[in-house]
C-alpha cells in the first residue's frame, strides 16, 4: 500500500491472531486490543480440528503450518459412531500420515499464534466499549476505561457477541433451541481407563432421537464431554447449575435408556457442569459497507459448533491481512475481501447446520443412524 494504515484488531482468537502475524509478515503495524486481563486469565476451552481447506491454509500463509504440525494429534482424527446401546456403528481411523484434519488444544494454538507477534503487539485488559466511524473514513475505538483511539481500518475479531458489529449491523445472536452441557475428566488414561478406552484418540459419539453425548479426547489425558440436547434457555429451571449433584440426577434421568458405560460420562466427571446454549447468526449475514470496518469469523458468522468456526476465522483473518497487503487502499482491500468471505460464509453455514441437525436431529424425525459425512 502506498502508505502505511492504523489497524486494529479487536480480539485476541485465532482468526484476529491470524490476520496480525499475516500483517507483520509483510510489514504493516497492527495494534490487538483483547478483553481478557492476561493470556492465562481463563481456560481456552477443549480441542480443536484443523482443516486442511481453511485452517490449515490460515496458518500456512502465517508462516506456521510446520509449527502446528509438529503440535497437533493426527490421531485425533479417529471418530466412533455409537448407539444408546454403546453398539460401535461406524469406526473411523486416520490413515498413516492423514494431516487432512489433526486436533489441537485451542490453548496451544493460541500460545503457538501469540508467540509469532511482536512483542508488545497484543494489549490486554483492553475491553472496547464503542465503536464510532468518524466523517473522514476513520474510525474511533472507545473502551470501558475511558481511553479512546483512532485507526484507519478497524477489524472485528470479537466473537459471538461482537462490539465491533454493533458498527455495522443490527443482527443479533439467536437461540438455536439446541443446549451443550460440558463436562471433563483429568487424567482420564489412569484413573478412568475404561472411559479412556471408549473414547479412543478422537472422538466418540452416541446418539439416540433428540439426544447426543459427545466425548472428544484433549492433551495430556483430558477429555471433554458435551451433553447435547434440545431445550429451553432455562431447561434447568428449579435446579441450581451450581448443585453438581442435582444436574447429575436430572441428566441421567434425561438418558434414560442409554448404555450405563455412556452414562458413565456424566456420573464421574471432574468438577462441575457447565452449560453452553447454541446461538447462530441469520443466514446470510451481510451488512452494508462503513468505512474503515470489517468483521471476521464468529462476529461476521456465528455458526453452530460444527468444527468449522475457528477454520473459517484463520481463513478470514489471513485473506483480509493479504488483501491489506495487495490492494492499493483499504476500502479495495475490504471490498476484496468482503466478496469472497460473505458467500463463503453461506455454504459453510449450510454444513454445519446440517451437523447440528444430524448431531441433534428433531425429536420428530425417525432418522436412526448417522449421515455419510460422518465416514
Not at 286 to 294: K, S
Not at 333 to 344: D, F, I, N, Q, T
Request: overall charge negative; hydrophobic content about 40%.
Amino acid at each position: 500500500m502506498s502508505t502505511t494504515p492504523r489497524i486494529a484488531v479487536v480480539g485476541g482468537g485465532p482468526g484476529g491472531l491470524v490476520c496480525a502475524r499475516v500483517l507483520q509478515r509483510h510489514g504493516v503495524p497492527v495494534t490487538v486490543f483483547e478483553r481478557e486481563v492476561t493470556p492465562d486469565s481463563r481456560s481456552q476451552g477443549g480441542t480443536l480440528d484443523i482443516r486442511d481447506d481453511t485452517g490449515q491454509v490460515g496458518l500456512r500463509t502465517a508462516g506456521l503450518l510446520d509449527q502446528f504440525l509438529a503440535l497437533s494429534r493426527p490421531e485425533g482424527q479417529e471418530l466412533r459412531l455409537m448407539d444408546r446401546s454403546a453398539t460401535l456403528l461406524r469406526h473411523r481411523r486416520p490413515e498413516p500420515g492423514d494431516t487432512g484434519a489433526p486436533e489441537i488444544d485451542r490453548g496451544q494454538l493460541r500460545t503457538l499464534l501469540l508467540d509469532s507477534l511482536t512483542p508488545g503487539t497484543v494489549r490486554w485488559d483492553h475491553a472496547v466499549e464503542k465503536v464510532v466511524p468518524l466523517p473522514d473514513g476513520t474510525v474511533r475505538l472507545e473502551f470501558t476505561s475511558g481511553a479512546a483511539e483512532e485507526f484507519d481500518l478497524v477489524v472485528g475479531a470479537d466473537g459471538a457477541w461482537s462490539r465491533v458489529r454493533r458498527a455495522l449491523s443490527d443482527a443479533q445472536p439467536a437461540y438455536s433451541g439446541v443446549m451443550f452441557v460440558e463436562a471433563h475428566f483429568d487424567d482420564v488414561d489412569r484413573r478412568f481407563p475404561a472411559i479412556a478406552e471408549r473414547v479412543g484418540q478422537g472422538m466418540m459419539w452416541a446418539k439416540a432421537g433428540g439426544l447426543s453425548l459427545v466425548a472428544q479426547r484433549n492433551a495430556d489425558s483430558h477429555i471433554r464431554v458435551y451433553i447435547a440436547f434440545r431445550g429451553p434457555l432455562d431447561w434447568h429451571e428449579g435446579i441450581d447449575l451450581a448443585d453438581t449433584e442435582a444436574v447429575r440426577a436430572h441428566l441421567l434421568g434425561m438418558y434414560e435408556g442409554f448404555d450405563e458405560s455412556l452414562l458413565d460420562l456424566m456420573r464421574d466427571n471432574d468438577g462441575a457442569f457447565t452449560d453452553w446454549p447454541v446461538f447462530a447468526l441469520p443466514v446470510p449475514h451481510t451488512w452494508n459497507r462503513v468505512p474503515g470496518l470489517t468483521l471476521l469469523g464468529d462476529a461476521a458468522h456465528l455458526m453452530p459448533p460444527a468444527g468449522i468456526g475457528a477454520n473459517l476465522a484463520m481463513l478470514d483473518g489471513a485473506e483480509l491481512a493479504q488483501a491489506i497487503v495487495d490492494q492499493p487502499g483499504i476500502d479495495d482491500a475490504v471490498a476484496a475481501y468482503e466478496k469472497v468471505m460473505l458467500p463463503r460464509a453461506v455454504d459453510q453455514a449450510a454444513e454445519s447446520a446440517a451437523i447440528l441437525a444430524a448431531l441433534i436431529p428433531d425429536t420428530r424425525s425417525t432418522e436412526p443412524g448417522f449421515p455419510d459425512f460422518f465416514g
